[in-house]
């Protein structure tokens, strides 16, 4: 097990309700750490979650789009995503581009019962033992 795949174990295992969380590559969609105790969560779902939040995030329309405000404020076109939740009939997913390192996601999907606040909290505080992993991984 990972560093990465510890730390996402650690978020999974401090908020009630939570069913996984893991940290994804913008660029590649690879999963780079995941931690869940969901059975049907096989790699090929994880991997077809994390494509779709490459897609939600960096994807052409989306890109598209953060062209299009970009050219109407007169700016380089930069991506805008920061972060996003997504609620479904029964999870919530909590989607967060990490600050110093934009190319990386963090996902935290949970069940319906959690708490709004607890799950933010808990993936934005997942960025603090995050992002020196990847400094290390990069370095």
């Keep these: 097990m990972s560093e990465l795949d510890d730390v996402m174990k650690s978020v999974v295992q401090q908020v009630d309700g939570a069913l996984g969380c893991a940290v994804a590559d913008l660029r590649s ?5 995941v931690a869940h105790h969901v059975p049907y969560f096989t790699q ?7 494509a ?3 897609e939600m995030f960096r994807g052409p329309t989306v ?4 062209d299009l405000i970009s ?3 007169g700016r380089p076109s930069e991506h805008l995503l920061e972060e996003m939740q997504m609620t479904t009939r029964y999870t919530i ?11 990386a996601l963090v996902v935290l999907i949970t069940t319906r019962d959690t708490s709004i606040g607890l ?10 033992e995050i992002e020196p992993i990847l400094d290390r991984l990069e370095a």
């Excluded at 799950?119 to 603090?128: I, K």
């Design 71 to 73: 050219a109407k404020r």
């Design 63 to 66: 890109r598209h789009v953060e």
């Design 93 to 103: 997913h909590f989607m967060m581009i990490l600050p110093n390192h934009p190319e």
């Design 44 to 50: 090929e779902y994880l991997e077809a979650v994390a």
């Design 52 to 54: 779709a939040a490459v």
């Design 29 to 33: 969609g690879a999963l780079l750490g």
């Design 119 to 128: 799950g933010w909290a808990a993936t934005r505080g997942s960025v603090l």
